[in-house]
T-cell receptor, first 123, second 113 residues
């Protein structure tokens, strides 16, 4: 079974602080994909990043960076110099094969989400 | 363009009503999804269509009926809903099946009275 744990329910920071959101996952599959999504108050889930299980290279994109470590099954997300506009719910998610759909096939399509971390950035 | 369009944005319906939620994408994606999201919870998968065929049904009650008329459109027909069905309904699309990025619409906020 797949499982994603985001232990931080809520984080509150002041603008310009750095903040790291933790994500730990469980899967028996050797091939899988990890995602981070952002959900602002408007409701739309915004895709941020995807990593596959064979690519442990960490990535930096502007103020965002991701640290993927298979040895600890973690895929953490850091925002540098946070801004008020970063306030949102952040979800980590896992997609892996080995899940039989009830239509009889395997599917990478199912995303297993963590419970989400509510980030509030104060001015 | 990574846009998934959902209509309506808000919907209020009585328990005896019949209504439909609509979702459209023009990214050429061949997998489309319906999710239900309650407040302060992650999205829960309801249905997946792959190449216009129902691929996953997560044991959703029959009062929710999905339809995929073509590769760009996805509908969710609602009938005899209960107040506990009030939620944000999200549509997503992706390229199947290899860990494709799912792009989400803004959702329909449904209230059942």
């Amino acid at each position: 079974a797949q499982k994603v744990t985001q232990a931080q329910t809520e984080i509150s920071v002041v603008e310009k602080e750095d903040v790291t959101l933790d994500c730990v996952y469980e899967t028996r599959d050797t091939t899988y994909y990890l995602f981070w999504y952002k959900q602002p108050p408007s409701g739309e889930l915004v895709f941020l990043i995807r990593r596959n299980s064979f690519d442990e290279q960490n990535e930096i994109s502007g103020r965002y960076s991701w640290n993927f470590q298979k040895s600890t099954s973690s895929f953490n997300f850091t925002i540098t110099a946070s801004q008020v506009v970063d306030s949102a719910v952040y979800f980590c998610a896992l997609s892996a094969p080995g899940q039989l759909s009830n239509a009889g096939g395997t599917s990478y399509g199912k995303l297993t989400f963590g419970q989400g971390t509510i980030l509030t950035v104060h001015p | 363009d990574t846009e998934v369009t959902q209509t309506p944005k808000h919907l209020v319906m009585g328990m005896t009503n019949k209504k439909s939620l609509k979702c459209e994408q023009h990214m050429g994606h061949r997998a489309m999804y319906w999710y239900k999201q309650k407040a302060k919870k992650p999205p829960e998968l309801m249905f997946v269509y792959s190449y216009e065929k129902l691929s996953i049904n997560e044991s959703v009650p029959s009062r929710f009926s999905p339809e995929c008329p073509n590769s760009s459109l996805l509908n969710l027909h609602l009938h005899a809903l209960q107040p506990e069905d009030s939620a944000l309904y999200l549509c997503a699309s992706s390229q199947p099946p290899r860990g494709g990025i799912q792009y989400f619409g803004a959702g329909t906020r449904l209230s059942v009275l």
